[in-house]
């Protein structure tokens, strides 16, 4: 192993995952399910075929692939889906995944929910060791709330926050910036956050997989919701990181923070310290290109790890440079895939 800086700047001697781009991989997400509660109108069709239960990776596979990683010098892990929470006995992973906390081998075990499913669930991811979640809310608007979700309901996400709150669970909101459809709640909605201390994180829309409407007509780049902000709000950059793609920016009158996730205007691929698995164990070096390697096959194919660990240094030894999504009238979806598969 190598010391190396990671893009916090720190020096960081505990990974061997270095891409040919001396990028060093320190943090993966994994898809535990396709499936989710919701169908958002940017990140699914109304009707979606999900995957049949057999071609998932078991909770023990993902345990055993998620500490290959680990003893590879990944310190930080996110679950995610399609909605996380929703898979069966999912409680079971964090737990088993929770060694790693209590070892020093892992700084973070985290997840991305839509909150749904907080109420039941949050005090006993406090005791697995997660300390902060995001929460994915675009409009804190009822009845727009269950519009773009097309069936959630809003309070019970509300009541999701409280619970993780109330557990010590430090939360950040995730809005997507939809044009036309949540731009006039974009000051309220930082107000909102920062009154609860949460961060709130703003998000491009990108161009994944196929969905009924233009994503043309839905994107709005951060560079006008940063200005709009600055209309109301006095923003001072920051050089902080939460180990993921978003920048930072202060905000005087609250105390707290915004942050950009812009693939389109603005990608953030030269820092990329991440890699995502998907719940069927193919693992994706970069979220905007098709390259995949076969992680299930590598595991399935011998009970030691040593074929698995090859694997996952083959696949870090192709990661690609970056991502080209570009939206435009009548553009093909840069990936087939619907963010539910890859995991956002
Ligand atoms: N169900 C969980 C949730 O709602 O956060 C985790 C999965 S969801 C796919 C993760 C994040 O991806 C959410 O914040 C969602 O808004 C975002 N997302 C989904 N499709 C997207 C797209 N096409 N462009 C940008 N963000 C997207």
């Not at 773009?148 to 409280?162: E, F, K, N, S, Y």
């Not at 619970?163 to 949540?182: D, F, R, T, Y």
């Not at 694997?311 to 080209?324: N, Q, T």
Request: with cysteine; net charge neutral; aromatic share 4%.
């Amino acid at each position: 192993m190598s010391a190396i800086i990671a893009p916090s700047g720190a020096v960081d001697a505990r990974t061997n995952l270095v891409d040919p781009f001396g990028r060093h991989v320190t943090y993966l997400r994994v898809s535990v399910t396709d499936r989710c509660d919701l169908r958002c109108v940017y990140c699914m069709a109304e009707e979606m075929t999900f995957l049949p239960k057999r071609d998932l990776l078991t909770l023990e596979e993902l345990d055993r692939v998620c500490s290959a990683f680990v003893r590879k010098g990944v310190r930080k892990l996110r679950i995610t889906g399609g909605e996380p929470l929703v898979r069966r006995d999912i409680m079971s992973l964090f737990r088993s995944l929770s060694r790693h906390l209590e070892t020093d081998a892992l700084d973070e075990l985290t997840l991305t929910t839509n909150g749904t499913l907080l109420t039941r669930y949050a005090a006993e991811l406090a005791e697995c060791g997660v300390r902060r979640l995001n929460v994915s809310v675009d409009s804190l608007d009822p009845e727009r709330f269950r519009r773009i979700t097309r069936r959630g309901d809003l309070a019970q996400v509300l009541r999701g926050l409280d619970a993780a709150q109330a557990a010590g669970i430090k939360v950040k909101i995730n809005a997507v910036a939809l044009k036309g459809v949540n731009e006039d709640e974009i000051e309220s909605m930082v107000a909102w956050a920062h009154g609860r201390g949460m961060d709130l994180t703003f998000i491009e829309v990108m161009p994944m997989g196929d969905i009924e409407p233009e994503r043309i007509e839905q994107f709005m780049p951060l560079s006008v919701v940063r200005e709009r902000l600055a209309a109301s709000y006095t923003l001072t950059d920051t050089s902080e990181r939460t180990g993921g793609p978003a920048r930072y920016v202060r905000v005087a009158e609250t105390g707290g923070r915004i942050g950009f996730i812009t693939p389109l205007t603005h990608n953030f691929c030269e820092s990329c310290n991440r890699v995502r698995l998907t719940c069927t164990g193919q693992l994706f070096m970069c979220l905007g290109q098709e390259d995949a390697a076969d992680l299930r096959a590598a595991m399935r194919g011998s009970e030691g790890d040593d074929r698995l660990e090859a694997a996952i240094d083959e696949a870090i030894g192709r990661k690609p440079k970056g991502h080209d999504f570009v939206i435009e009238r009548q553009s093909r979806p840069a990936v087939p895939r619907h963010m539910s598969v890859t995991g956002g």
